[in-house]
């Protein structure tokens, strides 16, 4: 469909959050403005459901609070004080002090720090990258996320591939593990609801009871951080009551002898007094498992936010092996799905932009520690689709670092975020119904383009074209500066060798909007592991000094406090994205604390009670919901709740930065608190 920003009506559109669903939308414009978003009922998977949140966008876009025009700042770092500029004196301001850093520290001394606020290809991860390969500035590895588990599932599947959503339909059991699918994952809700009309059974393995819990069929409550016991438990059962595919493991798998010995080991018993999950109910999950197909279980990010994450997804990766899943349509897992839609990186980031190849790279995940300590100094750091004063740990160190002097900070978004106050420069960004770029799902096989719907909002400017500002001013003369954003989406389209990408053109995305992978057939047999099979053993996990096959280990000591503390997103916001905006807010009502009867009765707290929650590392204040939604000596917080001097609910001023097993993935959910009444 061709349309332009000057026109009224209906419009395409691809829900840009990170959010596995990736819907399409229909943009409804008046006079120029966004007045509603709706679901398009023609998107295959998604099929015109959307999330209250986004059904709620409109009033977020035209929030007169969003960023206009470019600042300066006036005030004290932090305190929100700024005063309007010109495009021209932002840009010359930044470039200026660039170059002169660059001249006295190099260009290491800058680091651009980003995430996926948008999921747009060429805006979050594509002439940005050109930018700052070509200047040779510090880079960002962006683990805050997935990647700890991502690297997990990769040691035992390959890649990132896996079931297809659409298939799921089919299963007769479904374990959501570590998952907030109906908050997270709506539509994988929608499916298992089809699937749960012909008899399939829904399992949920969780810390915490929340509307996921409450919807399954089963409700497993598990202790933060066992998940990987569980599974060993689980195999162990599967194995001695021969409830395994042995010809399946003889041709797809590698390792499967050693595995079973090395099961032996995890007998029920022992599972339980680890997981806190009752011994009879290990059996009668491994039988189910065992005995049900297809089974799928739909992995979530919960489990690896743990110092042990990687290796929890590893574990639980290795299951639909032992029972032959993925030769069965509908069985299988999905951790995610991204390997299917790879496009053409090397193209879109231009890797060879990059002079000096050792250039150094630093772990987001550690970003105070790093504006505090590292050596040489980060002198500047250049903000974008990413909101670090609130999403990133170790939260009071973020702020300490971020309100260095001598710290010259720029920010790119569309609100004045936490992160923004502590700006020199701040810039307004377009919204993604503003730009042209393409997306591709983690979790659902389309491909969507987004053509620019709304015209820009006041002065603000998408990612592509102010790094291409940027360059111009950087005297980067070049071509890759001047692709426009569909010359970049056509470079992706091409030369990616991905198969399953073949026939998907820029111009059958304009005709269609939605565009599926081509996968022939479901399981191939020929993984991309060293081995070519699933590897329950894994050398490359030997040789890297992690143990070969699955294997447990506990939470790392985080002090003496009496709880395991989880901080999660919640049902409303998309991680900081909405904490600003009154309309979510109010469809959230209140930052609570979900805390154990038993714990709360001990301690003198009652439900609605406002406490104190604190650790080494800081302190927060939440609303007590006491019940029987955590097991003793868990607190479970979510959201990622707007911060200021009257609403000190900062949760990740109290979680840990240490690094997780694998990937560098963060440990959000491995900090331990105490908790107090402070009123009534
Ligand atoms: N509404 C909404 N949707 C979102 C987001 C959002 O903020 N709000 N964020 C988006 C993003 S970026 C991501 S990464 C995904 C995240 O979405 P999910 O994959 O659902 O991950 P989380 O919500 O972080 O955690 C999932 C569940 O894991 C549980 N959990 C924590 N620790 C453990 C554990 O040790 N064992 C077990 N079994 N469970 C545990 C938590 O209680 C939580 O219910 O959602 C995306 N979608
Ligand atoms: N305690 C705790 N902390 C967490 C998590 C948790 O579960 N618990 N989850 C973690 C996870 S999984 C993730 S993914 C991170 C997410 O961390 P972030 O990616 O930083 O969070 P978002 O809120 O998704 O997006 C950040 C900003 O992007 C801006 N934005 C949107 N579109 C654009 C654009 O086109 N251009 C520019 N320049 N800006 C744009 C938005 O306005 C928003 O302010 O948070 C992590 N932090
Ligand atoms: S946030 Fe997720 S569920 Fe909501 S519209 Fe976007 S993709 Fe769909
Ligand atoms: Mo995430």
């Known amino acids: 469909?061709?349309?332009?920003?000057?026109?009224?009506?209906?419009?395409?559109?691809?829900?840009?959050?990170?959010?596995?669903?990736?819907?399409?939308?229909?943009?409804?414009?008046?006079?120029?403005?966004?007045?509603?978003?709706?679901?398009?009922?023609?998107?295959?998977?998604?099929?015109?459901?959307?999330?209250?949140?986004?059904?709620?966008?409109?009033?977020?876009?035209?929030?007169?609070?969003?960023?206009?025009?470019?600042?300066?700042?006036?005030?004290?770092?932090?305190?929100?004080?700024?005063?309007?500029?010109?495009?021209?004196?932002?840009?010359?301001?930044?470039?200026?002090?660039?170059?002169?850093?660059?001249?006295?520290?190099?260009?290491?001394?800058?680091?651009?720090?980003?995430?996926?606020?948008?999921?747009?290809?060429?805006?979050?991860?594509?002439?940005?990258?050109?930018?700052?390969?070509?200047?040779?500035?510090?880079?960002?590895?962006?683990?805050?996320?997935?990647?700890?588990?991502?690297?997990?599932?990769?040691?035992?599947m390959g890649g990132a591939f896996g079931t297809d959503p659409e298939d799921t339909v089919h299963a007769k059991l479904m374990i959501m593990w570590g998952i907030n699918t109906v908050s997270t994952n709506m539509h994988q809700v929608v499916l298992a609801e089809q699937a749960r009309k012909n008899g399939a059974k829904i399992v949920v393995i969780d810390v915490h009871k929340n509307q996921t819990g409450r919807w399954a069929d089963w409700f497993i409550p598990i202790l933060p951080g066992t998940d990987t016991a569980l599974a060993l438990g689980l195999m162990h059962v599967l194995f001695a009551e021969n409830l395994v595919d042995s010809a399946f493991l003889q041709s797809y798998t590698v390792g499967h002898e050693e595995l079973r010995e090395h099961v032996k080991a995890y007998d029920p018993a022992t599972?339980?007094?680890?997981?806190?999950?009752?011994?009879?109910?290990?059996?009668?999950?491994?039988?189910?498992?065992?005995?049900?197909?297809?089974?799928?279980?739909r992995i979530g990010n919960g489990i690896q936010h743990h110092d042990n994450g990687g290796m929890c997804v590893r574990a639980i990766s290795c299951l639909p092996a032992l029972t032959g899943q993925w030769l069965v349509r509908g069985g299988g897992a999905i951790k995610g799905n991204k390997g299917f839609l790879e496009h053409n990186k090397t193209a879109v980031q231009r890797p060879d932009l990059l002079a000096n190849k050792n250039t150094r790279v630093i772990n987001m995940n550690e970003l105070g520690k790093v504006l505090l300590e590292v050596q040489p100094p980060v002198k500047s750091l250049f903000v974008y689709t990413s909101n670090p004063a609130l999403v990133a740990p170790e939260g009071n160190k973020v702020r300490q670092g971020l309100a260095r002097e001598d710290l010259f900070t720029v920010v790119h978004d569309l609100f004045l975020t936490e992160t923004a106050k502590y700006a020199d420069i701040v810039l307004p960004a377009t919204s993604s119904y503003e730009n042209m770029d393409f997306y591709t799902s983690y979790w659902h096989h389309y491909i969507q383009l987004q053509q620019p719907v709304l015209a820009p909002y006041e002065e603000s400017k998408s990612n592509t074209e102010l790094f291409r500002l940027l360059a111009a001013a950087m005297g980067y003369d070049e071509p890759a500066f001047r692709d426009s954003d569909e010359d970049m989406i056509r470079q992706a389209l091409e030369g990616h060798g991905n198969p399953h990408m073949e026939d998907i053109t820029f111009e059958s995305l304009v005709e269609h909007n939605y565009r599926k992978a081509k996968v022939d057939s479901y399981f191939t047999g020929r993984l991309s592991t060293p081995s070519g099979k699933i590897e329950l053993y894994s050398q490359t996990?030997?040789?890297?000094?992690?143990?070969?096959l699955p294997t447990y280990s506990p939470l790392a000591k985080d002090g003496d406090y009496p709880y395991q503390f989880v901080p999660g997103p919640n049902h409303n916001f998309l991680n900081s994205t909405f904490s600003n905006n009154e309309k979510h807010i109010k469809m959230e009502k209140i930052p609570k604390l979900h805390m154990n009867r038993a714990d709360a009765q001990q301690v003198g707290i009652e439900d609605g009670d406002t406490v104190r929650v604190w650790n080494d590392r800081g302190e927060c204040e939440l609303i007590v919901s006491?019940?029987?939604?955590?097991?003793?000596?868990?607190?479970?917080?979510?959201?990622?709740?707007a911060d200021g001097p009257e609403s000190k609910h900062y949760v990740n001023a109290l979680t840990p930065d240490r690094i997780a097993d694998m990937g560098g993935g963060a440990t959000f959910f491995s900090g331990r608190v105490d908790v107090a009444r402070i009123a009534r």
């Open 271 to 297: 599972v339980s007094a680890i997981t806190g999950v009752p011994v009879d109910d290990i059996y009668k999950l491994a039988r189910w498992y065992g005995e049900t197909s297809p089974s799928f279980i």
């Open 541 to 548: 996990m030997a040789d890297r000094g992690y143990p070969p």
């Open 1 to 156: 469909m061709s349309f332009t920003t000057e026109e009224n009506g209906i419009f395409p559109a691809v829900c840009s959050l990170d959010c596995p669903d990736q819907c399409g939308l229909l943009l409804h414009k008046q006079d120029g403005k966004l007045v509603k978003v709706v679901g398009d009922p023609n998107h295959p998977v998604t099929k015109g459901n959307i999330c209250n949140k986004v059904r709620n966008m409109a009033a977020r876009l035209n929030d007169p609070k969003r960023l206009a025009y470019p600042l300066k700042r006036v005030g004290k770092k932090g305190s929100g004080e700024f005063v309007r500029i010109s495009w021209e004196e932002a840009i010359d301001t930044i470039v200026s002090r660039w170059r002169s850093l660059i001249a006295t520290d190099g260009p290491e001394a800058i680091l651009p720090y980003s995430f996926y606020g948008n999921m747009g290809r060429i805006n979050v991860e594509g002439m940005d990258r050109r930018f700052f390969h070509r200047m040779g500035a510090s880079q960002l590895d962006r683990t805050i996320c997935n990647s700890a588990g991502g690297v997990g599932y990769n040691y035992t």
């Open 626 to 641: 006491v019940g029987e939604n955590v097991l003793p000596g868990v607190v479970v917080s979510q959201g990622l709740w």
